[in-house]
Structure formats: structure tokens, C-alpha cells
């Protein structure tokens, strides 16, 4: 074996080490956590960061928080200098680059005889955080304060310990304390379980075997991206999707623009730029610029290799940037309690431009995926439904899948059998929305009917989008059909506007649900009598 052979298996096995670290992280905390939207949907994720604030290592989790860690790690420098063996620093602020305040993110050291061998890092969606509305996520916030608790960078752990009285302010601002509680312990030991693991790693390496390692590992993952993003095609290509913001039935819309200029460099790297997009809004659409660039990566991320490595090597060859004050970087304190929704649509229109850059992967339009779920509060919990999953758009290589969720969330979907268990609703349909999918050379993947009855009184709140215009399909495929959310009492159909909050639900309500199917991707083919 040469030596550069070898030397590439070496960073291998060490990059496979921390890509597992960060996996058994994120189980642990899975594993330990109260409430179903982590235990149940995984809406959780943990990373290792060098000391520089480069992520090592993501867990196989949520692609939209893939620069999110590495970002609020960054923004904590100032107070990780601090920080001893055993400490935790936790925030909420998107201030730091946290996407919304149901996410609360850890930061702690790991310190070996002194070196200080990274950070590791979480986040993990937490039910209730206060606000206006049970779950945190009123539809009509025109302010962050309606959303919740703001929870600026603080030691929540010391030495192991957990300061109590912190603790207790923040479950004095959560509508389910119990939970909260429950799910910060989990966060708190899957964090300190991190830090554990990595001592571990550094030990059986030696400190100065790691510290080489780890900047050789980087090294060499930017060096792979380099080298394939020298195949696209240099240029600028720019992008754009809408979001229709419809809060009455009876009212036309709101439109808000995404627009995604690429700039592709002969040198291996890319400037991406969001400026273009509109100012931002009065309502909770807004996406922080950590959230807007994790979108822009995972795009990124879907044209290169399967083999290369998730870390750093990535954003050292990408630039993102936005003006201040634009939906894709808002000025606080703008809400950005319902970000995910523009977030993917920022991920959709850099796959569109990158599609323009490359030369033989494009796609069309997808469904939202979990970025629309629906809250239900009555008087016993909030049920946060992640499952209104819908269809994926086609490709230039094959059909778009069914029922899954798009590639920014990656969320799992609620069990009907637990969320039955949960609370008193009873799941009545659950089924493919069968031709909802654009037809194409490639069709884009159907979406999803699905029929809740609400067995208690409650107030539901709705965050759903493409009720007006499907996921676009792509050189010539048809578009996807757009979402429907219905309230049915005694035998009567209510149209409701996707974006809603405080609606009031009787016993026997059912909330039917019919989410959008993908693009299609290229014209469909006639048959031989021409249909």
C-alpha cells in the first residue's frame, strides 16, 4: 500500500469514527427523550466541532441543521472560553443561529489534560417553549416574543450539574413542563455522553495524533468537493420559488419570493447568494441565515458523492451570503417560528440552479414534507403532528417517491398507533393520494390523504402551504396538485386556509388532510394512438 493509499484509508477510519460518535449522540438522546416529536420523529441532532468551530461530524438526522451547529458553536466562542470539563452551555436565540425557539442547542468543551480537542454539540425541538399558542408556532406571529421564551447563551450545567434554578425558569415558560424537563435531561445526557465518547477517541489517538487527524480529515474532504465541483459548469445561475401565504379562504394570498443566485467558480467553489429574495415579513416565513445555508448545502450536498464525508470540507468551498433584513436573513426580532417552510423552498431553488450547472442531475418541485405539520391543543397536551408528509419530484434519473419526507427535514412520521395512545383522536384514513403526482417522463411521487377525528375539544392551528399552485415540474413534467386542509362537522365540509391559528374543534370533528404530489420531470410519453 502506498503511502498516500494509506493515508487516505487512516483518514477514513478516522472520519467513520466521529461519523459514529455523532450517530450514538443522537440515539442516546432519542432514546431518553419524553415526548414523541423526539422519540417518535427523531426531530433531533447532534454534531462534534473542532475548536476552530468546523463540524467533524453530523448525525444522520435533520440535513437542515447541517451548518446550524457549526454556525451557533461560532457564535458561542465568545463564552466557551469559559467553559470547564462537565459544563453546558444551552440557547434558544436565533440571534446565535438557533432556527427557532422550540430549538434549544448545547455547546460543551472536551478537554483532554488541558487540550481542547472540540465542542460537541446538540439540538433538539422541544414541544412547548410559551408563546402565544400551544406549541409555539402561532401561524399570525408578527413578533418572536409571540413564539415563546428567548433563551440567550447560558451555563444550564456546571460540572455535571445542573443549575436548578435556571432549570426552573425555563419549565416555568413551557405549557408542558413535565415534558420539557424529560426532554432537556436527554439533551443534557446525550451531550455529556458526546463529550465522554470524543475524550475517549482522543485518548486512544493521543492529543497530538487527533489534532492532526482532525485537520488532515478536513483537509482532505475539502480537497474531494473541490475536485468535483470543478466538473459543473462555471457561470452564475440563479433560481427563484414563491411561498403563498393564505390565512383566509375568502383572501388572496401573500406572496413571498426565495430567489437563489449561484455563482460557479473554475477554482472548485461557490457563491451562493440570497439577497435576491424579498424583504422580510410580518409573519413567521422568515429563515435565519444559519437555517438559509444549511437549505443551500443540502442541495449542494444531493449533487456530489454518496462516499464523501459530512463535515466541513463541504462549507469551506461554499460561500453563502444575504442582505440583512430579507426573509432568508431577518433583522430580529422578525418571528421565524414556521422557517422550515421557506427553508426548503430555498433548497428547491438552489437544486434548480445547481441543476442548471450540472450536467446531468435536475429536479422537480416536492411536496413540503413535515415542514407543514398541524398542533392541536385540548385540555390534557399538544399534539404536534409531524406525518402530513407528501410526494418528492421526479428527477432527470427516475420517479419521485411517495409519502416521504423532503430532503431538508428528514423527519420520521408520528405512529398512528402512539399518536392514538397520545391523545384522543382517532386516526380514520390514512392512504395514498393516488394521481396527485405531476406526470412526466419521470412522474413525481404522490402525496398523502389522511383523516383525523378530534375525540375532545381542542384548538387546532394549521401551517400548511401550496394550496393555490402544486411543486412545479421540471423541463416539460406537470405540475404537482396542490395541498387541501378541510374541517368536516356533522356531514359539512369547511375549506380552511392553510395557515391558520385558534381554529376551535368540537368532539367528532375530523380534520382532513390532502398533501401535494412532487413535479413530474420531462414531458410524458404518448402512446402509439397518440393519448
Known sequence: MTGSAKSAVTLQVFGNALHGLANELQVSMIRAAYSPIIKEMFDCSAGLISPDGEYLALADGIPLQL??????????APFAGDLGPGDVLVTNDPATGSPHLNDYLTVAPVLVDGYLAGYVSTLMHHADVGGKTPGSMPADAT????????CPPVRLVRAGQVNEELMSVLLANSRLPGSMRGDLDAQ?????????RMTQLVRRYGTAVFDRLRREYLDYSEALVRAELKEFRPGTYAAARTLELHHDPGSAPELVRVHAEVDVAGDGTLAIDLSGSDPQIA??????????????LVALRCFLSDELPMNA?????????????????????????????????????????MGQAHSSIRAAGSSGGTTMPYVWAHANGILIDNSTTGGMGATSRRDG???????????????????????????????????????????GGDGLVRRVQFLADGVLSLRGYRTLSGPPGADGGADGTVSRWTLIRDGHERPLAPQQTGITTLPGDVLLIETPGGGGFGPAERTSDGA
Open 143 to 150: 413578533e418572536m416574543f409571540a413564539e415563546g421564551m428567548r
Open 313 to 353: 470540507g463541504i462549507e469551506r468551498c461554499v460561500r453563502v451570503t444575504c442582505l440583512p433584513g430579507r426573509v432568508t436573513n431577518p433583522e430580529l426580532p422578525a418571528p421565524v417560528g414556521a422557517r422550515a417552510a421557506l427553508a426548503a423552498l430555498v433548497n428547491e431553488a438552489m437544486l434548480d440552479a
Open 283 to 296: 409573519l413567521p416565513f422568515n429563515v435565519v441565515l444559519s437555517n438559509s445555508r444549511s437549505a443551500a
Open 67 to 76: 451548518g446550524v451547529l457549526s454556525t451557533v458553536a461560532r457564535e458561542l
Open 401 to 443: 417517491a411517495s409519502v416521504v419526507d423532503n430532503c431538508v427535514t428528514n423527519a420520521m412520521s408520528y405512529p398512528n398507533e402512539v399518536l392514538e395512545q397520545d391523545h384522543p383522536v382517532l386516526i380514520e384514513e390514512v392512504r395514498l393520494r393516488r394521481g396527485s403526482g405531476g406526470a412526466g417522463h419521470h412522474d
Open 188 to 196: 443534557i445526557a446525550g451531550t455529556l455522553v458526546g463529550v465522554e
